[in-house]
């Protein structure tokens, strides 16, 4: 299994399943040319079966997108194959995703079908896509409620069938850690060591993160996931949470990612700009509060050392220095390392105090106290 886990950027598809999400074509096209700058492996440009607009903005995708896959999102339909065809013409390395439901509630309740018919549809859509497509990934739909007779059948027919990759989505994010690392540990030794095994995890009981990181441990080689977790209900899994475990913990998972990390944070800032989906301030990675230091003994021992408090700098993804915040809980050193960086010299330890308590005094309701303000509190009182 090769080392690197590569990365498949579904932002401009899942993401775009986002409530209130709609990215036009120059919003894609934007996040994809930054998506290629970044280097992730694979973008999933959108689901052609949308409308005739969705297909024009995934052919401007595609045409931006240089020395990695375009993929896409169909149905197990030969009507929607030939519309991923037209989508990816213009694709340098396109990719047809063919999704079907496998469990046995969606193949009752969704298709009314039974399961042997459901089997007939992907392996005829996947035959046929693998003539138009270099590369096609068959996704188990609800894959984590599933028996696993089942789920076994059904990868390995569509891998008959001519798929070169299997995806294992847990579609309504019910798998917890061990529990999918387990199944994707299953999966990958009945395919073996050389097809791609993707995994795409939905966070809708707060695990979608660690259930990636579970399925990298366990022989998953691509990952599925969005910028800030933007998705379908309660989102994706957070790529800039996957990439940043990756690389913080290689001591771990002694698997890397070909992404330039420091391009992270305005990747984010972009998708949330164009989705108009804000970031929560203690979002991990990309929150404003991920690198800031507030209460008074952390302000004291990142002084000291940064490593005290920090398990990484906010330079390795590209994130702005925030530091020390000055509000309620800022002490004594925290308030003299800010007054430094601003060059503000005190006359006297007096001034320093009246600062001091009138900073707190502002601060006590959890207002921050910005640099502006700081200084004019110093006009006011530290002479
Ligand atoms: O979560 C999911 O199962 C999906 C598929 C449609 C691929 O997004
Ligand atoms: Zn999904």
């Known amino acids: 299994m090769a080392d690197h886990v590569q990365i498949s950027d579904t932002t401009l598809r899942d993401g775009e399943q986002a409530a209130g999400v709609a990215f036009g074509l120059a919003a894609k096209v934007e996040i994809a040319r930054q998506l290629n700058q970044l ?34 999102l169909l149905r197990a339909l030969r009507a929607d194959i030939d519309k991923g065809a037209e989508a990816l013409k213009f694709a340098e390395q396109p990719v047809a995703t063919v999704v079907a439901p496998v469990s046995d509630l969606h193949i009752r309740v969704k298709f009314g079908k039974t399961h042997d018919e459901v089997l007939e549809m992907v392996e005829d859509s996947v035959r046929y896509a693998s003539k138009r497509f270099q ?7 609800d894959a984590t409620r599933t028996d696993l007779a089942s789920l076994e059948r059904f990868y390995l027919a569509a891998l008959s069938a001519g798929a070169s990759m299997v995806s294992i989505p847990d579609t309504v994010g019910y798998a917890q850690p061990e529990e999918f690392g387990q199944l994707v540990a299953h999966i990958r030794a009945l395919i073996g060591p050389d097809v791609g095994l993707r995994i795409h995890c939905h966070n809708d009981l707060g695990v979608g993160v660690a259930n990636s990181l579970a399925a990298v441990r366990h ?18 899994a957070a790529l800039e949470e996957i990439v940043a475990a990756l690389a913080i913990r290689e001591d771990y998972y002694r698997r890397k990612t070909r992404l330039k990390l420091d391009e992270i944070y305005a990747t984010s800032q972009l998708v949330s700009r164009l989705s108009g989906v804000a970031i929560g301030h203690t979002k991990p990675i990309v929150g404003d509060n991920a690198f800031a230091h507030s209460a008074g003994i952390h302000q004291h021992g990142v002084l000291r050392d940064r490593t005290t408090y920090e398990i990484a700098s906010p330079q390795l993804v590209g994130a702005p220095e925030r530091g020390l915040v000055i509000g309620k809980h800022t002490g004594h050193h925290g308030l003299r390392a800010k007054l430094t960086q601003l060059r503000v010299d005190l006359p006297s330890q007096a001034a320093f105090d009246r600062v001091l308590a009138e900073v707190k005094l502002r601060a006590h309701n959890g207002t921050d106290i910005d640099d502006a303000t700081l200084l004019s509190i110093v006009d006011g009182l530290g002479r």
């Open 39 to 72: 280097g992730v492996d694979e973008i999933e440009a959108g689901f052609p079966s949308a409308s005739e607009a969705e297909i024009e903005a995934i052919q401007a995708v595609s045409k931006v997108v240089t020395g990695r896959r375009t993929a896409v």
């Open 135 to 141: 590369q096609v990934i068959f996704s188990g739909e």
């Open 219 to 236: 022989g998953a080689n691509i990952v599925s996931c969005t910028f800030n977790g933007i998705g379908e209900r309660a989102g994706n």
